[in-house]
């Protein structure tokens, strides 16, 4: 069973720190990662994908990855209130496109 | 806008009940996917599809059926509702896997069903 494991939260931030999400994965197959935020009763949102180990960038979001280690990050600097949501960690082969899903990272961002 | 639409947003349904959820895409995409979401568990892939009439299971298919006749059109069928079935349900689409990569999944509204 391949699997996507996520730091177990809830995680609790005070605006303007740096949020870290960490996710191991089990397939040592999976090529693609995706993070995805999730707001309470709504569907999930592509915040981030990464293909190459190392960091990417993409404002205020950093997706590291570590291939040999098999770990996923997502760092959020200069963490807002509107950060808070559940954050699904996702990795994927090239089978038809599936994903693996880990179970979710609750972050809440305090004023 | 790219979008996928699910046919209800809450549905309340009796045990033993057949159940239709009905999910379609705009944006001419091969994959379609349905996942169940439930508190603590993440999203679960229950069937995908990779073209029109072509289906695979997941990882929990057992309850439930599919159906994809058109490319745009993903349907997971409930034979006999159960409670167990109780949950969240979530389609998504992408377009078919790169040299090396997978694309990004769009998702639908997602469809809480209840059932009783």
């Known amino acids: 069973q391949k699997e996507v494991e996520q730091n177990s939260g809830p995680l609790s931030v005070p605006e303007g720190a740096i949020a870290s999400l960490n996710c191991t994965y089990s397939d040592r197959g999976s090529q693609s990662f995706f993070w995805y935020r999730q707001y309470s009763g709504k569907s999930p949102e592509l915040i981030m994908f990464i293909y190459s180990n190392g960091d990417k960038e993409d404002g205020r979001f950093t997706a590291q990855l570590n291939k040999a280690s098999q770990y996923v990050s997502l760092l959020i600097r200069d963490s807002q209130p509107s950060d808070s949501a559940t954050y699904l960690c996702?990795?994927?082969?090239?089978?038809?496109?599936?994903?693996?899903f880990g179970q979710g990272t609750i972050l809440t961002v305090h004023p | 806008d790219v979008k996928v639409t699910q046919s209800s947003r809450y549905l309340v349904k009796r045990t033993g009940e057949k159940v239709f959820l009905e999910c379609v895409q705009d944006m001419d995409h091969e994959n379609m996917f349905w996942y169940r979401q439930d508190p603590g568990l993440g999203l679960r892939l229950i069937y995908f599809s990779y073209d029109v009439k072509m289906k695979e299971k997941g990882d929990i298919p057992e309850g439930y059926s599919v159906s994809r006749e058109k490319k745009e059109r993903f349907s997971l069928i409930l034979e006999s509702a159960s409670t167990n079935q109780t949950s969240m349900y979530l389609c998504?689409?992408?377009?078919?896997?790169?040299?090396?990569?997978?694309?990004?999944?769009?998702f639908g509204p997602g469809t809480r069903l209840t059932v009783l």
């Open positions: 996702s990795a994927g082969g090239t089978s038809y496109g599936k994903l693996t």
């Open positions: 998504a689409s992408s377009s078919p896997a790169g040299t090396g990569f997978n694309n990004e999944q769009f």
